[in-house]
């Protein structure tokens, strides 16, 4: 099974970007959610159930335009592709007010 690595920087399918901060319980049914962050517009935080985070999407998918295997990919940024569609400033705002 795939891991998540925190404080990387994961695309998802649809082509956003974002900010894995964190790994986190539900206090109710022990779930994992994953605490994630956009690296666009405000800067907003979202949760995702650690299976949907991970799982497999269909490459076919009209809305897929990454043509990625999975909902949310690992960035490499020292790839010069996606290094230059990252907004860096965003980036560097939302590392410096992770508080974890």
Do not use: W
């Not at 998918?61 to 400033?89: H, M």
């Amino acid at each position: 099974m795939r891991k998540i690595e925190l404080n990387r920087i994961y695309r998802h399918f649809k082509g956003n970007y974002y900010y894995v901060k964190e790994i986190a319980l539900s206090s109710e049914t022990l779930e994992e959610y994953v605490v994630y962050q956009a690296l666009y517009d405000d800067n907003k935080i979202y949760i995702r159930k650690l299976d949907m985070f991970l799982e497999n999407i269909d490459q076919a998918r009209e809305d897929n335009i990454t043509n990625q295997q999975f909902r949310f990919e690992l960035v490499d940024l020292s790839a010069g592709n996606s290094k230059s569609r990252v907004k860096k400033q965003n980036i560097r705002e939302v590392i410096k007010n992770d508080r974890y």
